[in-house]
């Protein structure tokens, strides 16, 4: 119990680390995922703005960033996050990487959810002289507002498990933290803290993402 109570401002300052990190990095996610989300359904749907060309583009694009194991794209944009970010490590720094990640992956959970959208609903918007603005803001968004609420729910679950990763090359956060503490100095009271925080906040998020989907689904 001593050494518990010796480790909790050190859990804390982690905790908020990791919350930075993560928070820093879903803005990003929604902020530029989103509208790469449409553009690619929109680009893939005839109805809308069919452009085989482009969409390919940019779904090979997002294919590539998806296809690098997090430690390795954390370790091979190194020079850009410290040039943005002017610093070599910490929350910040690390964030760089977690928005690289999360962005084209919460752009493929939102072209999912945009794929659920019937295709009647669409048309009748474009039958009704909707503008491609109206389709987007009125349409699009409201019929997939649940499945873009589980998008980001998975999303920041995906993110906290990188964040840990990036506590590899000093990103701090809870990772960092297991890795300094659990791992290299064999403190397993450290780890296992560690580890039930973690499975403590992916809890909770997904209980509120849950929760939040399905009064979507109720309205």
């Known amino acids: 119990m001593s050494r518990l109570t010796e480790i909790l401002p050190?859990?804390?300052?982690a905790l908020l680390e990791t919350t930075l990190m993560v928070s820093i990095s879903i803005f990003f996610a929604?902020?530029?995922?989103l509208p790469l989300g449409i553009?690619?359904?929109?680009?893939?749907?005839?109805?809308l703005f069919g452009m085989k060309p482009l969409n390919a583009f940019l779904g090979a694009l997002t294919n590539v960033i998806r296809s690098f194991p997090?430690?390795?794209?954390?370790?091979?944009?190194?020079?850009?996050?410290?040039w943005i970010t002017n610093s070599s490590h910490g929350p910040v720094f690390a964030s760089v990487a977690l928005s690289v990640a999360s962005i084209p992956l919460?752009?493929?959970l939102a072209e999912t959810s945009f794929n659920g959208i019937e295709k009647g609903v669409i048309e009748a918007s474009i039958a009704g002289g909707a503008s491609l603005y109206l389709i987007i803001t009125d349409v699009l968004i409201p019929e997939a507002k649940r499945g873009i609420i589980q998008a980001i729910t998975l999303t920041i679950i995906s993110v906290v498990a990188f964040s840990a990763t990036a506590g590899v090359v000093g990103g701090g956060?809870?990772?960092d933290l297991a890795i300094r503490y659990g791992y290299y100095r064999y403190d397993?009271?450290?780890m296992v803290a560690t580890v039930v925080v973690l499975i403590i906040i992916v809890q909770l998020i997904q209980i509120i993402g849950d929760y939040l989907s399905q009064r979507q689904e109720g309205r």
């Open 70 to 82: 997090f430690i390795i794209l954390i370790v091979a944009i190194m020079p850009l996050a410290t």
């Open 39 to 47: 553009l690619l359904y929109m680009t893939s749907n005839p109805l």
């Open 30 to 33: 929604v902020l530029i995922g």
């Open 173 to 175: 956060g809870i990772g």
């Open 188 to 190: 397993t009271v450290t």
């Open 106 to 108: 919460f752009a493929r």
């Open 10 to 13: 050190l859990l804390y300052r």
